[in-house]
């Protein structure tokens, strides 16, 4: 018996990042992971769909969260198992919450228009081509992340076939002094001075409750931008009615929208999305030490449902890009993915941030409302210093999706989908090489022993080739093939994904086989 190996040096999900993710978003609309949302409309920018194998991949992942962290919680530092439950408040609160969080005044991004094409963009996301020759032109603005090629295209095209980028310096937007903006040209024109000065942007989209409720009327509410809010609205619930000590942690998942000005990059900037969030309510003297635990512990659990040492990174967050919840604490540390699109840089996944009793602070004050918490042992009132991992879901499910496209020239797709064996949307695909007949009954009395331990598909139109394809495709770890000499010697042949390494097994062990073999893959 072999056992499956891991994706091989000639297998590589890192060829050419660009054309890396225009095949993976091409792979999730083709099988059904992703569509855009309203696509019959032509789409609605910044939100997306989860098809049949999309939906079943997000929740594979938010299952394990909810798991590790609900179910059965790590181990702290102490040795002691940690005490965290779990809770499913509404997306839309009490317009206070988001006055109180700071939301209302503080949730902003800045955005500068275009007067030319009315087009938009947020500030913090447009680069600058200064000349190094004061004489050379005009100052050209950029999205960032456009490629070098583009950008020599583009120079070119202002300049009437003159220049390139190594005569110019690259700047920021928000560094550039306001009295330089009339030198600049824009992302999607030619003629220079036609952005405006930054403006804040409110991030949260409001809505009106009430059947008679107007855009007028003092009955606007918001969808919430995050789901620690609701957490944090709930601590003292939690703690009256659950048997709950400092420290403690509360977990939440679900979904949060946020009126991006530029959502982009697929599924990664998105105007409605999920989050994985768990606030830890500590001691502030214990804050330092939760804070390295968890982030040490996020970024291993990652690695457990299979993302690569190599596409993740801590990032400590420089002073000026804290939120206004963790100023007063000791800091943010993003968890960073190797994206195709910021590769060979990296982008946010989670934010591990101390964010103080800032929101429980400012809760007590805006509801006058006591919610401090008495330690039983010392009798000492005090409102809990907080830790809060916070990953994104639906950001965990693009950093899957990348983190598993591998390019393999052996196979007919050209390349598979190496999912880790516990998340895969479908773990075992059996197919028989006929479509009718005894090996259809025999794929089905396997079928009907597997399914009910492992997410199982029989699969038994097209020929055989195009079937394990169309698994790679999926990322589906094992297929079992029953073929005519199965009905009579009662073997099957097993294949693994990875290194399309075949077994044959006998139906009399293949159920430990299997164990054996999903076992060491976990
Ligand atoms: N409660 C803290 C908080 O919300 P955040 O860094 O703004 O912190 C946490 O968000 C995570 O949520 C991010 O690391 C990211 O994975 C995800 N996230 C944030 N904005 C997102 C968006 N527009 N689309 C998809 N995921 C997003």
């Avoid at 009905?487 to 062990?509: C, E, G, K, P």
Wanted: with cysteine.
């Amino acid at each position: 018996m072999t056992s499956a190996k891991p994706a091989t040096s000639e297998q590589t999900n890192n060829n050419n990042p660009h054309q890396t993710m225009k095949d993976l978003v091409a792979l999730c609309k083709r099988r059904g992971f992703i569509f855009g949302a309203s696509d019959i409309y032509d789409g609605l920018n910044g939100f997306w769909d989860y098809g049949p194998l999309g939906i079943q991949l997000k929740k594979n992942i938010a299952d394990k969260w909810w798991f590790d962290m609900v179910e059965c919680p790590p181990i702290g530092p102490d040795g002691e198992v940690l005490s965290i439950v779990g809770l499913d408040s509404s997306i839309i609160q009490n317009p206070k919450t988001w006055e109180a969080s700071g939301h209302l005044a503080g949730f902003s991004d800045p955005m500068v228009d275009c007067r030319e094409t009315k087009k938009r963009y947020r500030a913090d996301h447009v680069e600058v081509l200064i000349p190094t020759d004061p004489d050379a032109g005009n100052w050209i603005a950029f999205m960032e992340g456009l490629e070098n090629e583009e950008l020599e295209k583009r120079i070119k095209k202002l300049r009437k076939g003159h220049g390139s980028l190594d005569e110019y310096t690259r700047k920021d937007l928000p560094s550039i002094d306001l009295n330089d903006y009339e030198r600049i040209i824009a992302p999607d024109v030619t003629i220079p001075g036609t952005l405006t000065p930054p403006k804040d942007f409110n991030l949260m989209f409001k809505t009106f409750i009430g059947a008679t409720a107007t855009e007028h009327d003092d009955n606007t509410a918001y969808l919430r931008p995050e789901t620690a809010q609701g957490i944090f609205l709930n601590f003292k619930n939690v703690v009256d009615s659950s048997r709950v000590q400092v420290p403690f942690g509360i977990a939440q998942i679900g979904k949060a929208f946020r009126n991006e000005v530029t959502p982009r990059n697929y599924i990664f900037r998105s105007r409605e999305f999920e989050q994985m969030e768990l606030e830890w309510f500590c001691h502030e003297d214990d804050a330092q030490k939760w804070f390295d635990f968890w982030v040490e512990e996020r970024g291993k659990w990652w690695s457990s449902i299979g993302i690569r040492n190599a596409n993740i990174r801590k990032r400590p967050h420089d002073d000026d890009e804290l939120a206004h919840y963790a100023k007063n604490g000791a800091g943010c540390i993003d968890l960073e993915f190797k994206f195709p699109f910021t590769d060979p840089d990296f982008g946010e996944l989670e934010g591990v941030a101390h964010r103080s009793n800032y929101d429980l602070t400012k809760h007590e004050k805006h509801s006058g409302k006591k919610i401090s918490y008495q330690d039983p042992q010392t009798n000492e009132w005090f409102l809990p210093h907080v830790i809060e991992p916070a990953a994104g879901l639906t950001r965990g499910v693009l950093a899957v999706l990348a983190n598993a496209f591998t390019y393999d020239s052996n196979r007919p797709s050209g390349h598979f989908m190496d999912f880790h064996y516990d998340i895969a949307p479908v773990q075992i695909a059996v197919l028989p090489l006929h479509s009718k007949g005894e090996q259809v009954e025999m794929s089905q009395k396997i079928y009907h022993q597997l399914r009910s331990q492992y997410r199982t598909q029989i699969d038994i139109k097209q020929n055989i080739g195009k079937r394990y394809a169309r698994q790679d495709e999926i990322g589906t770890p094992i297929c079992i093939t029953i073929d005519p000499d199965s009905l009579s010697d009662n073997q099957v042949t097993v294949r693994h994904r990875n290194n399309m390494d075949q077994d044959r097994v006998s139906l009399d062990s293949f159920k430990e086989y299997l164990r054996n073999t999903f076992d060491n893959h976990s």
